[in-house]
């Protein structure tokens, strides 16, 4: 690898521990799995980081940020409707589904890790911050009803589609993504949507 400066090396194993966490599991995110991804030997993923805990949730926050930088960028002239739908993560393309899989392991995680469930919690109040742009921008193009608490319907959407999510697990109760497209555009019927 090329000679690369403090920021870059430590930019370049974050990029690398992206990667793997995407396409393989925030399990298979370990320093050796890391170091060889990046090149690097793996005394130099112990340099960057403190723990593999440190590296895994500064690995997720980063993905987390940039998924919903991406999303801003690309679905800012779509209706609100279909905004809500990407930013809450439906329909879901292949991409969305690593996604989805990666917070749900992630969830996991959190409960006997401090550092990732400190990175959970703050990029779950990322994807609140951005679900709750998406519909102040509804509410301001005349598409959602102006008499709600965006951070609170943000909240009940963010919560029924993480409930969905989980129940998809179970193939036996027939939650598909239809099913669950159904359920979300009832709520959001309900919540953001002007009566006829």
Same mark, same amino acid.
């Given at each position: 690898?090329?000679?690369?400066?403090?920021?870059?090396?430590?930019?370049?194993?974050?990029?690398?521990?992206?990667?793997?966490?995407?396409?393989?599991?925030?399990?298979?995110?370990?320093?050796?799995?890391?170091?060889?991804?990046?090149?690097?030997?793996?005394?130099?993923?112990?340099?960057?980081?403190?723990?593999?805990?440190?590296?895994?949730?500064?690995?997720?926050? #980063? #993905?987390?940020?940039?998924?919903?930088?991406?999303?801003? #960028?690309?679905?800012?002239?779509?209706?609100?409707?279909?905004?809500?739908?990407?930013?809450?993560?439906?329909?879901?393309?292949?991409?969305?589904?690593?996604?989805?899989?990666?917070?749900?392991?992630?969830?996991?995680?959190?409960?006997?890790?401090?550092?990732?469930?400190?990175?959970?919690?703050?990029?779950?109040?990322?994807?609140?911050?951005?679900?709750?742009?998406?519909?102040?921008?509804?509410?301001?193009?005349?598409?959602?009803?102006?008499?709600?608490?965006?951070?609170?319907?943000?909240?009940?959407?963010?919560?029924?589609v993480c409930g969905l999510d989980?129940?998809?697990?179970?193939?036996?109760?027939?939650?598909?993504?239809?099913?669950?497209?159904?359920?979300?555009?009832?709520?959001m019927e309900s919540e953001l949507?002007?009566?006829?």
């Amino acid at each position: 690898m090329a000679y690369l400066n403090r920021e870059e090396r430590h930019d370049t194993l974050l990029q690398a521990a992206m990667r793997i966490a995407i396409s393989e599991g925030m399990a298979a995110t370990t320093v050796r799995r890391v170091a060889s991804e990046a090149g690097v030997a793996v005394g130099q993923v112990h340099h960057h980081f403190t723990s593999v805990s440190r590296l895994r949730a500064d690995a997720f926050l #980063l #993905l987390v940020k940039q998924s919903l930088s991406a999303f801003a #960028l690309n679905s800012q002239h779509l209706p609100a409707v279909e905004r809500i739908q990407q930013v809450l993560g439906y329909p879901q393309d292949e991409a969305c589904q690593r996604e989805t899989r990666l917070w749900n392991e992630i969830s996991i995680l959190a409960e006997r890790d401090e550092l990732i469930k400190e990175a959970y919690a703050a990029s779950m109040s990322d994807w609140h911050s951005a679900t709750v742009a998406v519909i102040h921008t509804g509410i301001t193009s005349d598409e959602f009803r102006s008499d709600i608490n965006a951070s609170d319907v943000a909240w009940r959407l963010i919560g029924q589609v993480c409930g969905l999510d989980g129940l998809t697990q179970f193939t036996e109760l027939g939650f598909s993504e239809a099913e669950i497209l159904r359920h979300l555009a009832a709520m959001m019927e309900s919540e953001l949507l002007k009566n006829p």
